[in-house]
């Protein structure tokens, strides 16, 4: 129990004062104490122990702990890692780890202010895109030491985001894509001069519009060869230490079933007894129902660059039109909306959660329609 004394101070008056344990903190497991002196009376002192010790039995004290931020930065990691997918860790703790411990990592997060974090804020922006993931995990960490009393306040509440501003031309769907006869003269090159099976994943992006890591997750089972559909159950994501997993889409429009073409079937019943052939001579064993459709040598699955490689050599052999991966994803749904599936189904086949990134392709669709009228008007004078 804390007792009140008196002291003589240095000027020679009389003043009170007392030390006061007050618990343990419940991250470290220290004992907390401190001790208030100057106070003129008896009773002043007895006033101000008894409004400590109530306070520090409520909910809204905070501990006086110089915990640094990377610290309890591994603390919320703690927590955060059993809210969200494997993928979703891995990219946020390598945020943590390259623009955000480096200038909070070593300040006790009590000492942490709303001026600082504006000045890293600003820098942020001055050179990484994301950056408002970076503003969003740094305030998950304050949040979490709010929770556990280590703050009363997130000082990255008091920032002011930066926006960056639009050109007027800027495109709001960034990824490049072809038109028809692009893609037409591309797919014609790589059936020339790519193996069967890395053609086909060309196609299947391309008429499909599905996602790298859902391409990768196919099995053979999720092809219905009676009705003629693909459904996207499954994806390929990069977890801890950069091996591969699978798991369920992020979204629950990103499962869905997707009608294929004729052509498109016929080329994979066709891979299908390929497939089976070559592990009969390498000696693979595997599993009719869970077996990939697409693998390396030893029947694994496929790192998620595998087509970025394949795609850059087509390109760079051939002089065409820069393209990435993703861009076949982009390309199917132009094409689908210029050749006038309605918006709502195409949102579906894409598995898009907003359609707004839906009608953001169909803008640019427009754009275009809106740029060859004059053309095709005097093509029909000409005639």
Not at 182 to 211: C, N, W, Y
Not at 287 to 309: A, G, I, P, R
Request: proline share 3%.
């Amino acid at each position: 129990m804390a007792k009140i004394k008196k002291y003589k101070k240095k000027n020679g008056e009389i003043a009170y004062k007392f030390h006061v344990y007050l618990g343990k903190d419940p991250l470290t497991g220290k004992e907390i104490k401190t001790n208030r002196s100057g106070f003129k009376t008896r009773q002043a002192a007895n006033l101000a122990l008894s409004r400590l010790l109530l306070k520090s039995k409520s909910a809204d004290f905070i501990f006086d702990s110089n915990l640094h931020f990377e610290k309890v930065a591994e603390m919320w990691l703690e927590q955060y890692k059993n809210t969200v997918k494997a993928s979703t860790l891995t990219a946020q703790k390598v945020a943590l780890k390259k623009h955000i411990i480096p200038h909070f990592g070593k300040i006790p997060i009590n000492k942490i202010t709303i001026p600082y974090c504006q000045a890293k804020v600003n820098h942020w922006f001055s050179y990484y895109k994301k950056f408002n993931n970076l503003i969003m995990i740094t305030s998950q960490i304050f949040q979490y030491a709010i929770s556990v009393r280590l703050l009363t306040n997130n000082p990255m509440n008091g920032v002011i985001r930066p926006k960056r501003q639009m050109d007027i031309d800027q495109e709001d769907y960034a990824a490049p894509y072809y038109s028809q006869k692009q893609l037409i003269t591309f797919l014609d090159k790589a059936k020339e001069q790519l193996p069967f099976s890395e053609f086909l994943m060309f196609r299947i992006l391309a008429f499909t519009g599905l996602r790298k890591g859902e391409l990768h997750a196919l099995r053979w089972k999720d092809i219905s060869f009676g009705r003629g559909t693909l459904s996207v159950k499954q994806t390929v994501a990069t977890a801890d230490g950069w091996k591969l997993i699978f798991q369920t889409p992020k979204t629950r429009k990103s499962v869905r079933e997707l009608s294929l073409d004729d052509e498109t079937l016929k080329l994979l019943k066709r891979w299908k007894l390929q497939q089976k052939e070559l592990f009969f001579k390498l000696g693979i064993k595997h599993d009719n129902e869970e077996q990939l459709l697409f693998t390396s040598e030893e029947n694994k699955v496929l790192y998620l660059d595998f087509l970025n490689h394949r795609l850059t050599k087509i390109l760079k052999d051939n002089n065409l039109e820069y393209m990435t991966v993703h861009g076949f994803r982009h390309t199917h749904c132009s094409l689908l909306l210029e050749s006038g599936v309605p918006i709502k189904e195409v949102q579906e086949r894409m598995g898009h959660t907003d359609i707004k990134t839906t009608m953001n392709v169909y803008a640019h669709v427009t754009d275009k329609k809106r740029e060859e009228t004059g053309n095709r008007f005097a093509q029909f004078m000409t005639n």
